[in-house]
């Protein structure tokens, strides 16, 4: 991904954060009746805006300390209209941890990852396992909520499965084609996972570590993502030169 595109996620994420992009203002919000409606004209807007603010909320509160009213007051909804789209909180949050496993999914399968070769496969995947943190800012917090106070009971339900057991074919696959050493595919992806995320979600303590760097600026976060891949690759391949470490 270029720097234009790490742009364009970056202000993605300020906008789901609350700040402008450019000034790191918050957002002026247009006024609760004319959202209300757009929202009656179009139902799936709603419930994307819905599942937005329920993010923001469950990872502040985690599942049992997050209330539906702020969700609704944030984006000039009624908690009737959250109930009418999502029945319970509990399937609210479901639907959360479930939307980003599916367009996780979505990313992934579009990358034509079975025409490249193991070692660019590699690459690819953790490309968009850091534009996947970027575009989803909250994310990190959910499941970290989700692992401690659940257990992971919803996240097994959430079809989180698919696209990492994919990931973990591929790198059997290359494992198997002598382009990896001989490790776990399952470890490595493992290791792919904590690389990726704790970058995203320990941001704000790694800001008093050298409190000068912008962490989320596009050039930072490309370098990020190169220093992500010749990580890993150096670490699991065979033969680093191959692979162009």
Same mark, same amino acid.
């Given at each position: 991904?270029?720097?234009?595109?790490?742009?364009?996620?970056? $202000?993605? %994420?300020?906008?789901?954060? !609350?700040?402008?992009? *450019?000034?790191?203002?918050? =957002?002026?919000?247009?006024?609760?009746?004319?959202?209300?409606?757009?929202?009656? @004209?179009?139902?799936?807007? &709603?419930?994307?805006?819905?599942?937005?603010?329920?993010?923001?909320?469950?990872?502040?509160?985690?599942?049992?300390?997050? @209330?539906? $009213? /702020?969700?609704?007051?944030?984006?000039?909804?009624?908690?009737?209209?959250?109930?009418?789209?999502?029945?319970?909180?509990?399937?609210?949050? #479901?639907?959360?941890?479930?939307?980003?496993?599916?367009?996780?999914?979505?990313?992934? $399968? &579009?990358?034509?990852?079975?025409?490249?070769? /193991?070692?660019?496969?590699? %690459? &690819?995947?953790? %490309?968009?396992?850091?534009?996947?943190?970027?575009?989803?800012?909250?994310?990190?917090?959910?499941?970290?909520?989700?692992?401690?106070?659940?257990?992971?009971?919803?996240?097994?339900? &959430? !079809?989180?499965?698919?696209?990492?057991?994919?990931? =973990?074919?591929?790198? #059997?696959?290359? =494992?198997?084609?002598?382009?990896?050493?001989?490790?776990? /595919?399952?470890?490595?992806?493992?290791?792919?996972?904590?690389?990726?995320?704790?970058?995203?979600?320990?941001?704000?303590?790694? %800001?008093?570590?050298?409190?000068?760097?912008?962490?989320?600026? /596009?050039?930072?976060?490309?370098?990020?993502?190169?220093?992500?891949?010749?990580?890993? *690759?150096?670490?699991?391949?065979?033969?680093?030169? =191959?692979?162009?470490?």
């Amino acid at each position: 991904m270029e720097l234009k595109a790490w742009r364009w996620a970056l $202000e993605r %994420r300020c906008i789901l954060l !609350g700040e402008n992009p *450019l000034s790191a203002k918050p =957002v002026v919000k247009s006024s609760a009746k004319s959202k209300r409606s757009r929202q009656s @004209r179009d139902p799936e807007a &709603t419930k994307a805006k819905i599942l937005d603010a329920a993010e923001e909320e469950f990872a502040r509160y985690g599942l049992a300390g997050a @209330r539906t $009213e /702020p969700m609704a007051a944030n984006i000039g909804v009624t908690k009737a209209m959250i109930h009418y789209y999502f029945g319970t909180k509990e399937e609210l949050y #479901q639907a959360v941890l479930e939307r980003y496993a599916a367009t996780f999914l979505v990313a992934v $399968e &579009t990358l034509n990852l079975e025409n490249l070769s /193991p070692p660019e496969v590699l %690459r &690819t995947f953790l %490309r968009a396992a850091v534009a996947h943190e970027v575009n989803h800012p909250y994310q990190g917090k959910v499941l970290l909520h989700e692992a401690m106070s659940n257990e992971g009971k919803y996240f097994k339900l &959430t !079809g989180w499965e698919v696209p990492i057991n994919l990931g =973990v074919t591929f790198l #059997q696959k290359g =494992v198997d084609e002598g382009y990896f050493r001989p490790l776990d /595919p399952w470890l490595i992806m493992i290791h792919i996972m904590g690389t990726v995320t704790f970058y995203f979600n320990a941001e704000n303590n790694l %800001r008093n570590l050298v409190p000068a760097s912008d962490w989320l600026a /596009p050039q930072a976060i490309e370098a990020y993502a190169e220093s992500a891949i010749a990580f890993i *690759l150096a670490g699991v391949l065979k033969h680093p030169e =191959v692979g162009g470490v």
